[in-house]
């Protein structure tokens, strides 16, 4: 298994734990897209672990979401960690505007940091994720406990669960 093998499974723990204290403390941008043009969304949860042999990271979109509309059509995505709180502002325009009306890098200034692996770029100067969706799941109302439904859900506008097999991970 190739995740065992070269350094990749030290390279995942290294990073993943440093990774989780830096999303706790300043969120994240999710970029979606493809090759031409990604649209950056803000994201505070985020779950890592390894299923199948492999790393993977997994993220929830709300249905309602452009993004969704994104990575339902190209399943891929990259998750950008900022290492501080220079991001601020622009993860505040990532998580209320829509990549519907408007594009968000250009408005935030946000510079691309190239994927080596799935073709869509995340945000330079972070800690960069690059994954592929491996499996999916739409949450409802029956799949969540009455607590959580009545914090998150009350409008009905639920999230799907983007399991990622993360494939690259790269930045400081």
């Known amino acids: 298994n190739d995740f065992y093998q070269g350094g990749i499974l030290m390279n995942f723990l290294d990073k993943t734990s440093d990774a989780l204290l ?18 950056p969304m803000t994201i505070g949860w985020a779950s890592f672990g390894i299923a199948c042999g492999k ?18 059509s190209n399943p891929v995505f990259t998750v950008s960690i900022p290492r501080d709180g220079s991001y601020k502002a622009a993860l505040g325009i ?4 829509s990549g519907r009306d408007a594009d968000k890098m250009a408005l935030c200034s946000l510079k691309e940091q190239k994927a080596d692996v799935n073709g869509i770029s995340g945000i330079e100067n972070c800690l960069m994720y690059e994954c592929k969706v491996i499996y999916k799941t739409e949450m409802e109302e029956g799949s969540t406990v009455p607590a959580m ?24």
């Open 94 to 97: 990532c998580g209320s505007k």
């Open 22 to 39: 830096r999303l706790d403390k300043f969120t994240a941008f999710l970029t979606v897209g493809d090759s031409k043009s990604v649209n």
């Open 149 to 172: 439904n009545a914090k998150w859900y009350k409008d009905g506008n639920y999230h799907t669960i983007y399991t990622g097999e993360i494939l690259n991970i790269k930045g400081e």
């Open 55 to 72: 790393p993977v990271l997994s993220v929830m979109i709300r249905q309602s979401r452009f993004s969704k509309q994104l990575i339902d």
